[in-house]
């Protein structure tokens, strides 16, 4: 973990897919989903959804953080949107490729339009990442790469949809200057040490992981 100091940008790790950014005392959440801790929503100003899957979306847990701040605001795809704006009247933004926003003093653009394919016979969904700041990319469930330079890349490592050689490829076409693993929970202690190698040796950015809980400065 690395230090933090509380006058910058900082991230934290939480469980799977779920990252919280806080700056100049404002929070972030992106993918508070059903792997993530059950309170990973709350106290967030903004909340970013990626996709629909409930690993990266669960309704209950951000019907609860809007219910327990009125001045929390979600932006997500449609998909997403539709279950929640007629709850929350002007609080629920949906957002697509191309789009920019501010949420809770941070700058967003929004990169992408699918899911990446898990089997030919499962119909595509769509899929959003955000780059937050113009230097923290979560690209959700796609190998989506931002048109812009990406100092933090968020790095999905283990899925249904995956393999390692495509987190490596990935790694290079991004180029950032760090790779962060996301997506990890179904990644067993026992493999990781083989990830860490492969992607730290071969992808051609620094490479870390963070246990649940840990920061690190932006």
């Known amino acids: 973990m690395d230090a933090v100091n509380p006058v910058h ?26 792997f993530s801790e059950r309170d990973a929503a709350l106290g967030a100003e903004a909340l970013l959804v990626t ?5 990266h979306f669960d309704e209950e847990r951000l019907r609860a953080a809007l219910e327990a701040d009125p001045a929390t605001e979600i932006w997500t795809l449609r998909s997403v949107a539709d279950r929640l704006s007629a709850a ?26 699918l899911h990446a394919v898990i ?12 780059l937050v700041d113009g230097s923290v990319f979560h ?6 790469v931002p048109d812009r330079p990406v100092d933090t890349l968020m790095l ?27 997506h990890d929970a179904l ?5 990781r040490p083989i990830y860490d190698g492969q992607i730290g040796s071969l992808g051609g950015a620094d490479h870390d992981r963070l246990a649940p809980g840990d920061s690190t400065g932006l």
């Open 88 to 113: 929350f009247p002007g609080r629920v933004h949906t957002v697509g490729h191309g789009d920019t926003f501010t949420a809770a003093g941070f700058d967003v653009q929004v990169h992408g339009e």
């Open 119 to 130: 089997h030919p016979d499962i119909p595509r969904i769509t899929n959003i990442g955000f």
């Open 51 to 55: 996709h629909e899957h409930p690993d």
């Open 187 to 191: 990644l067993t202690d026992l493999a």
């Open 139 to 144: 690209p959700g469930d796609a190998l989506t």
């Open 156 to 182: 999905p490592v283990m899925a249904p949809w995956n393999k390692i050689s495509e987190v490596i490829d990935y790694v290079r076409e991004v180029g950032p200057r760090r790779a962060i693993d996301i």
């Open 9 to 34: 940008p900082t991230l934290t790790k939480k469980t799977h897919s779920c990252i919280r950014l806080e700056k100049e005392g404002r929070t972030l959440v992106i993918d508070p989903g059903g």
